[in-house]
């Protein structure tokens, strides 16, 4: 009896619970909770999971936010390496012109226009109005340009190609766009252009119905000592020369 | 054109040409290639195929007359006239050795 009572007054511990670091007693499921009044350890511990927790979550948002930043120049390298999208693939152009095959059996017929804008004074036509081309095959078309005109006008050309979905097959060998040219008084010169229409073009579904390609070319008065930002031509992009 | 608002919709990027820019033939160097490539390609219906001969022409023209940077025929394409070319000197080289053993 005396035992009996002396066990209600001290229960003795029978198991340890691992979680809570604590013993369960027997009798009265005394249960201590890691409150703010317990033992350090235990508070310890979890204050350290929780904190290696945060981390974890810090390291891995900073990366994403990181990754979304280099997305941008890795984009762009692959798309070099691959040629999708319509890049200019670096160090891919000579390769193509050297190796490709013509495809006899598709003949394209390419339109040849000229336009000046209404402040330029020269005079632009294309010397041929339309010349048949096959995929894989250089060709070279000319134009023509004169500066009727009492002093010398310096020039500076873009160009066009329709349709759109053909413009990625339309490669430029050498040609006389995006440069400044000068004419002098009276002066009239030949402008060739030499290109190739890239192989992969019979294989785009969205041009089986395509025959006709049209290139035109527009001149544009270049004023003197203004530089025009010209499409990755001076930059350091994917199409800057050399 | 490349400044319509379709919003979504493609537009046109100019690519800069492959080699740069030719440079201007003022003194036309070179014209008379440029008329017999034209006049060939008026008898031949606008057909590049069957000038490419004048044309590879014209290039050598430019690229002797510093008009255009020097490049390897190949490289611009020409590489089955050149190979016919050597087929045929290999061919004059067995016929006038044929001739001197004869």
Known sequence: ?242 | MSTAMNFGSKSFKPRPPDKGAFPLDHHGECSAFKDVYMRCLRAKGFDNSACRQQSKDYLQCRMERDLMAQESLEKLGYKDLLENEKEKENKKGKNSNHAGTQ
Not at chain 1, 104 to 110: E, I, P
Not at chain 1, 127 to 148: D, H, I, R, S
Not at chain 1, 166 to 172: T, W
Not at chain 1, 203 to 217: A, E, Q, W
């Open chain 1, 1 to 242: 009896m005396a035992l009996l009572a002396a066990l209600r007054h001290f229960p003795l511990p029978c198991r340890k619970a691992p979680l809570l670091n604590t013993w369960l007693w027997c009798g009265r499921h005394v249960v201590q909770r890691s409150t703010h009044g317990t033992p350090r350890s235990a508070g310890g511990e979890a204050r350290r999971r929780n904190i290696t927790v945060l981390t974890y979550i810090a390291a891995g948002a900073i990366g994403m936010l990181g990754l979304s930043y280099a997305a941008v120049p890795l984009y762009r390298l692959y798309c070099q390496a691959t040629g999708l999208g319509g890049q200019a693939v670096a160090g891919h152009a000579t390769d193509t012109v050297t190796s490709m095959t013509p495809m006899r059996d598709r003949v394209l017929r390419v339109l040849f226009n000229a336009d000046v804008h209404s402040a330029m004074q020269w005079k632009f036509r294309p010397q041929q109005m339309e010349v048949y081309v096959v995929p894989g095959e250089t060709a070279l078309a000319f134009y023509k340009a004169k500066n009727p005109t009492d002093e010398p006008i310096i020039g500076i050309s873009t160009y066009n190609v329709l349709p759109l979905d053909a413009a990625q097959y339309f490669n430029k060998i050498q040609c006389f766009c995006f440069e400044e040219q000068w004419l002098n008084s009276g002066e009239e010169v030949d402008l060739p252009v030499f290109f190739y229409i890239d192989p992969d073009f019979v294989d785009d579904p969205r041009l089986i119905g395509v025959d006709t390609i049209t290139l035109s070319y527009t001149f544009f008065q270049a004023r003197q000592g203004h530089v025009p930002t010209l499409p990755g031509f001076h930059g350091t992009g994917p199409g800057s020369k050399e």
